[in-house]
């Protein structure tokens, strides 16, 4: 792991062993931009993990891939899952990234059961793809910024 980033998470942690650190932090939300920023480690990114200490309340942002470092949790299946949603090129979520999403609060646990059930339907009524339908606008405005 990237010193640079172990630096700025210790900062904003009230261990002094970034072990212990890591354990602080929490996902809390995702983004993806149109525009390139940057990671604590100094990459380049447009897949933002918001984190959050739960001891310290600091908040910050990683990128996908050092976001795994210290949480152990593996991230691009949501972000794959939602760029294929928004692209048009998936019609439905995998249960991984739609527990995600309940976790963070953007789906309900109506909602949850509600697209695992219709997940692997053939068919919709259109009440069931309206509903869909605004459940995954709903996942894509809170993720997809421009």
């Known amino acids: 792991m990237n010193e640079q980033l172990k630096a700025h998470l210790l900062d904003l942690s009230d261990a002094t062993d970034f ?25 380049r990114i447009k897949e933002h993990c918001h984190i959050e200490n739960k001891v310290t309340g600091g908040c910050t942002h990683v990128g996908n891939v050092c976001v795994e470092f210290f949480t152990g949790m593996g991230v691009s299946h949501v972000f794959n899952g939602v760029k294929r949603l928004a692209n048009g090129a998936a019609k439905t979520l995998s249960p991984a990234v739609i527990d995600e999403f309940t976790r963070l609060g953007h789906i309900s646990y109506r909602e949850r059961q509600f697209l ?15 509903w869909e339908d605004a459940i995954h606008r709903r996942i894509i405005k809170h993720v997809v910024k421009s």
């Open 19 to 43: 072990r212990d650190a890591a354990r602080e932090w929490r996902v809390t939300g995702f983004e993806i931009t149109d525009r390139w920023g940057e990671c604590p480690c100094g990459h």
């Open 116 to 130: 695992l059930d219709v997940r692997l339907k053939r068919s919709r009524s259109p009440r069931q793809g309206d």
